[in-house]
């Protein structure tokens, strides 16, 4: 895909970088389309590997899984989402890539992600919940706090959409921004709508599937959230591979993956829904 001129700006995409290796010369590119954004989300990857070592050393349990499994999750997620966004702010002119809406969407979600992730790090460490903890006027305050977070996490993604539909670059294939526009309306729609359907429902206890911990037999809204989150990643990557295909077909394929997506996303919602336990404020959980 390296071939694409509308992927690398030209002082990425030079003779002179040609030899160097692919994924440098791409997190080069999200520097140049949107630094602190990318800085930012390799930081958040950066502090994977304290916490991972933490993870080893550290066996206490909270709900049947270890304290540290949360940090490690929230951090690889934050940090992927926070890059996608900085690549995504270079699909605008970069005359507009200073517009008060864009350092708006940047600062948003550094602010609301180091917020978050410093949270859910502290609780860990504490060895105590950072969601759903209703022990104390404290913790609640801060679960709200950090469904506020979330949530201006999420509708950054509609406002960037907006600004790509209206002033995206002219050399975009069309597929290519219609998919990004698509992703970045979806991560709103059914992430943070997901996300608030998830904030009153606690998952199951125990260690569920491997890596992610969800549980697919009813009662955990985690996967129609992480559908509804990575929207932003799967429909430009349609969008992407169906950029060299005929305009009509390109189309038609996308609208086949936008509905995909969301059948998956309306499939997982259902089953989570059965079988969920919704906890009212103020409940010990």
Same mark, same amino acid.
């Given at each position: 895909m390296n071939h694409r001129p509308f992927l690398l700006s030209p002082q990425v995409h030079s003779p002179h970088a040609a030899g160097q290796p692919l994924v440098l010369r791409w997190l080069k590119e999200a520097l140049v389309r949107q630094s602190p954004l990318t800085v930012f989300a390799l930081l958040v990857w950066a502090t994977m590997v304290p916490t991972l070592l933490a993870w080893g050393l550290d066996d206490r349990l909270l709900r049947g899984v270890n304290v540290w499994i949360k940090p490690l999750k929230f951090m690889a997620s934050l940090g992927l989402f926070a890059l996608c966004t900085a690549w995504f702010v270079g699909l605008l002119p970069a005359e507009q890539r200073q517009r008060p809406a864009v350092q708006l969407v940047v600062w948003t979600i550094i602010g609301a992600g180091l917020f978050e992730i410093g949270y859910i790090t502290l609780q860990a460490g504490l060895g105590s919940a950072s969601h759903y903890n209703a022990s104390s006027e404290f913790h609640s305050a801060m679960y709200t706090l950090m469904g506020v977070a979330a949530l201006s996490m999420t509708a950054t993604q509609p406002v960037l959409a907006w600004l790509i539909a209206r002033h995206g670059r002219p050399d975009l294939p069309v597929v290519w %921004? =219609? &998919?990004? *526009?698509? +992703?970045? @309306?979806?991560?709103?729609?059914? +992430?943070? /709508?997901?996300? +608030?359907?998830? #904030?009153?429902?606690?998952?199951?206890?125990?260690?569920?599937?491997? @890596?992610? #911990?969800?549980?697919? =037999?009813?009662? =955990?809204? %985690?996967?129609?959230?992480?559908? /509804?989150?990575?929207?932003?990643?799967?429909?430009?990557?349609? /969008?992407?591979?169906?950029? /060299?295909?005929?305009?009509? %077909?390109? %189309?038609?394929?996308? &609208?086949?993956?936008?509905? @995909?997506?969301?059948? *998956?996303?309306?499939?997982?919602?259902?089953?989570?829904?059965?079988?969920?336990?919704?906890?009212?404020?103020?409940?010990?959980?």
């Open positions: %921004r =219609d &998919a990004v *526009v698509l +992703g970045l @309306l979806l991560t709103f729609v059914l +992430g943070a /709508g997901s996300g +608030g359907l998830l #904030g009153a429902m606690q998952p199951p206890s125990g260690a569920g599937l491997p @890596l992610v #911990g969800w549980h697919l =037999d009813g009662g =955990d809204l %985690r996967p129609a959230h992480f559908i /509804g989150m990575h929207a932003q990643q799967w429909l430009p990557l349609a /969008g992407l591979l169906l950029a /060299g295909w005929p305009p009509k %077909r390109a %189309r038609v394929a996308l &609208a086949g993956v936008l509905l @995909l997506v969301v059948g *998956v996303w309306l499939w997982a919602l259902l089953t989570g829904l059965q079988g969920a336990v919704f906890v009212p404020p103020g409940a010990p959980r």
